[in-house]
Every structure is written in C-alpha cells, then in structure tokens.
C-alpha cells in the first residue's frame, strides 16, 4: 500500500529559489533510495485561522511562505528505509544548508485513506 510522508514548513519569500534547488537535489538522493514522486507546493492561498491554520502551525512570520511538501512511497517500509538511507548516502552532505527554520517544521508518514481521482 502506498505511504506518504509530508511536511508544512515556513519558507522565507526570499529563498524559493534556493527552496526549489534544495527539494531538486534531495530528489535526486530519494528517488535512488525508492521514492515515488515528490512535491513542493508554494502557498498562494493560505489564510491564517481564529483557532489553528497552516502559518499558525508553522508560526510563520513578515516575509515568509507557507510550503506543503509530501513524498509518495511504494509502503512504510521502503519509506522508513529510504528516510534513512538518505541521511546516510553521502551525497546529503552536499545539500544545500535548509534555506527555512526546520524547528518550525510539521512532518509525518501517512496511509492513504480515501483517493479518488477523475
């Protein structure tokens, strides 16, 4: 069964460029290590809530974006040991240093639930 393991994090509008450069190059150490597909969405649309929203959660700040990033995997196990195969595969020491407050980031793996497509 499909996993997924996803993020939220809060960009400084200044770096997407060195964003989108850093989310090319991880690609190129996952997808070696079993990844199906990442994605790296910019916010455009993403109000702040009353009670809890996405820049709530990230505490995001003047000049900054939220970013929605999930990676598709085959199962757990393949993601588990691509997660970890990845920190160990020495082309990590290359990635560009996070252009984002990685102590703001919210992650998790996921099983899907309901996917419906047209």
Same mark, same amino acid.
């Given at each position: 069964m499909s996993y997924y393991t996803g993020a939220v994090l809060? %960009?400084?509008s200044a770096n997407k460029q060195a964003y989108v450069e850093m989310a090319q190059k991880m690609w190129e150490i996952v997808k070696d290590h079993g990844c199906?597909?990442?994605f790296d969405n910019w916010g455009v649309d993403v109000p702040t809530g009353k009670v809890t929203s996405f820049p709530m959660a990230v505490k995001l700040e003047d000049e900054e974006t939220v970013v929605f990033s999930w990676m598709e995997w085959p199962d757990r196990e393949t993601a588990d040991k691509g997660m970890d195969a990845m920190m160990a595969d020495p082309r990590s020491m290359d990635l560009p240093e996070m252009p984002f407050d990685g102590m703001r980031m919210i992650w998790g793996g996921f099983e899907?639930? %309901?996917h419906l497509r047209a």
């Open positions: 809060a %960009v400084p199906l597909g990442s899907p639930l %309901v």
